[in-house]
């Protein structure tokens, strides 16, 4: 139940982030074309989230690449925490009234400030951004995840449905509850602990066997 509900946190936080990024890099771009960027960015972290999916765990079952993995998720926490700490408020408003086609701020425009880029400079990021939140959700899930499928497979699911459906409701929900944020921050790097002792742990013999 614990892993469980650690995967449904790491869902909540990162598909967020990656509903930000796609909402930023959609806000550059004229009203028309936003609907269009914004579903390529779902598409896209769609695939790539079933693509990691399949074969994170065989990955992951490798002597010495759970402990990369641990490492690279302590990145992400460190890159989730700058994040934070910075406070990207302004960015997020932006990101959500592009994902929403809502004035959010109440300033009589819908994402004004964000430069003005063409619609493949704006895919392009979103693609860009996509491989490396997905790689970084499924590593999470997986390591949340640990030795049950099941539970892996609905952190799949949910990614998914969070990306595809909620994306503007999660982004928004994000901008106003902070603490959400640190709380997926926490599990976040607690997994990533995790994965770190268990894969000191797997390779220490054939380190010490090596010497």
Known sequence: MSALLQVIMI???????????????AAGLPKDQRGKVIMIGIVVATVLRIAFASVTTVLLSIVGLLLAGGV????????????????????????????T????????????????KT??????QIVIA?????????????????????VLIIGLVL????MGIAANF???????????AYVGLVI??????????RGYVEVQPYVVGWL
């Open 170 to 180: 999660i982004a928004g929900l994000l901008n106003r509850h902070r603490w959400i």
């Open 72 to 99: 690279l998720l302590l990145w992400v926490a460190w890159k989730m925490w700058r994040e934070l700490r910075a406070g990207h408020e302004h960015d997020s408003v932006i990101a959500e009234e592009a994902l």
């Open 130 to 150: 996509d491989v490396s939140m997905s790689l970084d959700n499924v590593l999470a899930v997986a390591g949340a995840a640990r030795d049950h499928p099941t």
């Open 188 to 197: 976040i790097l607690y997994v990533a602990l995790d994965m770190v002792y």
């Open 119 to 124: 619609f493949a400079q704006a895919a392009w």
């Open 11 to 25: 869902d909540l936080v990162l598909a967020g982030d990656n509903a930000v990024v796609i909402g930023l890099a």
């Open 159 to 162: 990614s998914i449905a969070l």
């Open 101 to 116: 086609g809502e004035d959010v701020d109440h300033d009589g425009k819908v994402a004004a400030g964000a430069p003005r």
